[in-house]
């Protein structure tokens, strides 16, 4: 008879399968709720960008948000784009002129820099045809900004030369290192006509510089040499960007500059890669903002993040340097909750659960059926057993009947055990019981006359 299934049936089971559907639930819980890590790369080693996340970083933790982020550092952010490219890293800082990685999709704006050239007014060099055969000033500075200087000369027709010299005429720009310190020095003693900085216009150190250019210019008048074209150039160059240095912004009285002046610059954007979930996207959008504050604390990099400008959503997400359509969930505060992000997950987990409760149920109805097919089959073999009995002279043939009834009595009991079924159900299986051991009591031959094979006597065997 097939019940190699009936401990599906028992109450242990049962709960055991309870337990399991609730450890689950339970698990798919924890792991939804868990922190999500993303891991960032970080560049340039000896700039501001470092301390900034890691400021980020240590917020969030403290924070106790779903967020977490594991820092690789690397010495140049040619690197850390490569890392985002590759697969190493779900965010990377990037600067689009240096390396744009294929995968990576814009967070936010970390911060701007400028191509910021100031000369005292004297040196009279008022646009970029002026820089021809004049010495340029630079302090520290990196290969992309070398490359960003090229570029825009070599717009206007100008070259870019190292060292010392150039003549009237020329169109070479002479490169000329100058400690950031000695920028007053180095042009009163005639040794450069300008100074250049890619920098983020309204940092402390913008500010110092260029009151160290108004500090030997005559009258404090200083020159901006502006970018007039910016346009022109930013179609020719699309991984740079236009940039205006407000009015005023490096003194009001005199108003310094006394306009706005047009350049153009770079960015060192937060991207992530483009297969993050926008849910996880839109909510490392929001911690840049919510912790900007606290970052603040630990570094004054944190004021300069802001979010890339844009008109529209199909503008910002097909742009040359797009933006990840999660930031721009949170900038148009179109952020999912709980349920909308996990409804899928959760539908699918109870419509799992409600099946297995369902065939757990079929199991169970299907079992029973069978059970009551084999009281069934218990009462139609004991009926058939007294028939035998009546017909049989043989007391080994007798014998074997007694121990069949004696088999069948012990799966009534397993099953009223297991079932507790209904009374009327199991006095019919005891009557029929004592009638098969009543018969072969009554026909064993007279040997056995002296055992107890009354009616009575086997009675008492019933269930």
Do not use: C
């Not at 609730?22 to 340039?44: C, S």
């Not at 021809?132 to 825009?152: N, P, Q, T």
């Amino acid at each position: 008879m097939p019940t190699d299934l009936s401990w599906l049936l028992r109450r242990e089971t049962l709960l055991a399968g309870a337990v399991v559907l609730l450890g689950t639930a339970a698990l798919a819980a924890w792991y939804l709720l868990q922190a999500t890590v993303l891991t960032v790369a970080v560049a340039p080693r000896d700039g501001t960008e470092p301390g900034l996340i890691k400021a980020y970083a240590d917020a969030l933790e403290s924070g106790r948000t779903g967020l977490r982020l594991k820092i690789l550092a690397f010495d140049d952010v040619r690197e850390s784009a490569a890392a985002l490219q590759d697969g190493r890293a779900d965010l990377a800082v990037v600067r689009p002129d240096v390396l744009l990685p294929t995968n990576g999709l814009t967070l936010a704006i970390l911060r701007d820099q400028a191509m910021l050239i100031a000369s005292p007014e004297q040196a009279g060099i008022k646009d970029f045809p002026h820089l021809a055969g004049k010495r340029l000033g630079i302090g520290a500075h990196r290969d992309a900004d070398i490359w960003l200087l090229k570029s825009i000369l070599g717009y206007y027709g100008l070259t870019l030369e190292p060292g010392a010299g150039g003549g009237p005429g020329d169109r070479a720009v002479v490169l000329v290192p100058v400690a950031e310190d000695a920028v007053a020095g180095a042009i009163r003693e005639k040794r450069i006509d300008a100074f250049i900085s890619i920098i983020a216009p309204s940092a402390p150190k913008a500010l110092d510089l260029v009151a160290a250019v108004r500090s030997v210019a005559r009258g404090g008048k200083v020159e901006f040499v502006a970018v007039e074209d910016d346009d022109a150039v930013i179609e020719r160059f699309p991984k740079l960007q236009a940039v205006a240095i407000p009015g005023g912004l490096f003194g009001g009285r005199p108003k310094l500059p006394a306009d706005d002046v047009k350049t153009v610059g770079a960015s060192y954007r937060l991207m992530a890669r483009a297969s993050l979930s926008r849910a996880v996207a839109a909510d490392m959008t929001q911690q840049l903002f919510e912790k900007r504050t606290e970052a603040g604390n630990a570094t004054e990099a944190a004021d300069y993040v802001q979010a890339p400008s844009y008109e529209t959503t199909v503008a910002a997400t097909s742009a040359r340097i797009p933006i990840h359509p999660g930031a721009l969930d949170y900038y148009e505060r179109e952020q999912h909750g709980f349920v909308e992000r996990y409804g899928d997950t959760l539908y699918l987990l109870g419509a799992l659960a409600g099946g297995l409760v369902s065939v757990l149920a079929w199991i169970r109805q299907r079992l029973a059926g069978l059970r009551r097919e084999h009281v069934d089959e218990i009462m139609e073999r004991l009926l058939a057993i007294t028939e035998q009995a009546r017909a049989a002279r043989d007391p080994a043939a007798l014998a074997g009947l007694t121990r069949e009834v004696d088999r069948l009595a012990g799966d009534a009991v397993r099953y009223a055990r297991e079932r507790a079924p209904d009374a009327a159900t199991m006095s019919a299986v005891a009557i029929a019981l004592d009638t098969a051991r009543a018969t072969i009591a009554d026909l064993r031959p007279a040997a056995a006359a002296g055992q107890p094979g009354t009616r009575a006597a086997s009675g008492a065997g019933g269930v």
